[in-house]
């Protein structure tokens, strides 16, 4: 069993920063691959960025590559997501997510989920 708890949103200006946090306990070799998801009021779940625990490769959304960043503290078990030069449209719950290696961009491949945290920029 995974747990994943996301801190670190909140009511953010555009033009300002942010990062966000994801603690994960229970974590084991299987769980590779962590993931930042989002959700905007109205819209779907979508991708934004994932790295994998092991080896610390990522890959991003064309639309997230230069303002996000995610990175891992592995002595930590914390996964981060640096958003640089918020947008009102970067207003959405923002989701961490715990799967196997080959889980790659799709929500469904992802077997544990936090429980969100909310991200608003003002303009």
């Known amino acids: 069993q995974v747990q994943l708890v996301e801190s670190g949103g909140g009511l953010v200006q555009a033009g300002g920063s942010l990062r966000l946090s994801c603690a994960a306990s229970?974590?084991?070799?299987?769980?590779?691959?962590m993931g930042w998801f989002r959700q905007a009021p109205g819209k779907e779940r979508e991708f934004v960025a994932r790295?994998?625990?092991?080896?610390?490769?990522?890959y991003y959304v064309d639309s997230a590559k230069g303002r996000f960043t995610i990175s891992r503290d592995n002595a930590k078990n914390t996964v981060y997501l640096q958003i640089d030069n918020l947008k009102p449209e970067d207003t959405a719950v923002y989701y961490c997510?715990?799967?196997?290696?080959?889980?790659?961009?799709?929500?469904?491949?992802?077997?544990?989920w936090g429980q969100g945290t909310q991200v608003t920029v003002s303009s």
């Open positions: 997510a715990a799967g196997p290696w080959y889980s790659g961009t799709a929500g469904q491949n992802y077997d544990y």
């Open positions: 229970g974590r084991t070799s299987r769980w590779d691959t």
């Open positions: 790295i994998s625990w092991n080896i610390g490769s990522t």
